[in-house]
């Protein structure tokens, strides 16, 4: 067979097995597709296929496949953190900031706090740091990942139980949208590198002063030209960004947060988010899932996950409780946010992605962590849908 040919398997493998995973599993209600995609990824990567049959494995997912295969999952990550940066509404966390800005800072101060306390766990061993880690890089990126809110995410989670539009589900969007300019900012110190310090100052000079001149344009270009004006500056900042040593999903979110939604129709802002979900992420997920490693063995991986899983739960339940104590939050409001804001597929596997890319955590490590997000992830909405019933009434 031709590269084409294989191509077009692996295709077909990535979009078929997931959604009969899902549908035929029946497992919306603790594992929605997304979830089931992330897992797929990983079934699919060479820590579990290409372990059991690794021929087949080499056969498909061969170098030149997934060259292919890295071109989609690059532009759709990239759209997908554009929308993402896009659709952060900081003008409605401005207006109640000091609710939002204790809530988000507690809700994502103390999953840090205990992140990074694991994370020192794992100092110095080469099985965790990545090479070109030092240690402050390392513990905070750890640190970070077990407070990452996947904003998207929530909001696909907070359609489905009915709450997206409600006061509470708005709430939760401006603790959410604070922590993640706080999270990019986090990775963006992170990405510093000192021997390119003076690119990445210029790039930082640069975009500050095309953002003021992309804002007055946009204002008046007609609605049927502000797409393709967008996707142009997302090109350039994810490039200017790459160019300068941070990482092409830094720009691509910087292009979006300096961006206003009302510039765009919100119907066809969620249905290019619809789309990028259904047609361009799942290579996205089986990219992340090639990238997997198992190389300390299954049960150090999943024992650092659990570890890493209980400091993310714990972290994010108490910031969002003492959160509500000093806000005096009506009873049962404290916990149904605290474990709305576990969400953290998607958003923490690009973060990881970004701290891999750099050679900041190793694969093992970047295991452990996408473990916990999926675990996270999936316990959700099985846990929130009965304390919401109970909220309502």
Known sequence: MNTTEVFLIAMLIILTVPYAVWRLGRT??????????????????????????????????APPVIQSLNGIAWWAVSLFVFIAGIELDLRAAWKDRRESGITAGLALGVPVLLGSAAATLMLGQSVW???????????????????????????LFMEKLAILRQPLGQRILRYASLDDIAIWGVLAVILMDWHRVGKQALFLALFAAAAWGL???????????????????????AFGADWCGLHYMVGAFLAG?????EWFDQDQMDLL???????????FFLSTGL??????????????????????????????HLAGRILGWKPGEASLIGWLLQTKALIM????????????????????????AVGSTMLTIPVVTPKLARWRA
């Open 349 to 372: 596997i690009i973060f990881a992605n970004v701290l891999l890319d750099k050679q900041i955590i190793t694969a093992d490590t970047f295991t452990a962590l996408l473990l916990m």
């Open 129 to 155: 740091m990545g090479p070109k880690a030092t240690d402050w890089q390392f513990v905070a990126g750890v640190g970070m990942s077990c407070a990452v809110t996947a904003l998207p995410i929530l909001i």
């Open 28 to 61: 919306e209600h603790f594992a929605p597709l997304v979830v089931v995609q992330i897992l797929t990824g990983i079934a699919l990567g060479p820590g579990v296929l290409g372990a059991v049959f690794p021929e087949y494995y080499q056969f498909v997912f």
């Open 291 to 320: 990238r997997t490693s198992w190389g300390v063995g299954g049960s150090a991986v999943f024992l650092m996950a659990g570890v890493l899983l209980l400091a993310s739960v714990a972290g994010k339940l108490a910031g969002v």
């Open 215 to 237: 804002r007055r344009a946009m204002l008046k270009l007609p609605a049927k030209d502000r797409w393709y004006v967008a996707l142009i500056w997302l090109v350039v900042c």
């Open 273 to 283: 988010r619809h789309h990028v979900l259904l047609v361009m992420m799942p290579v």
């Open 257 to 261: 947060v300096v961006m206003d939604a």
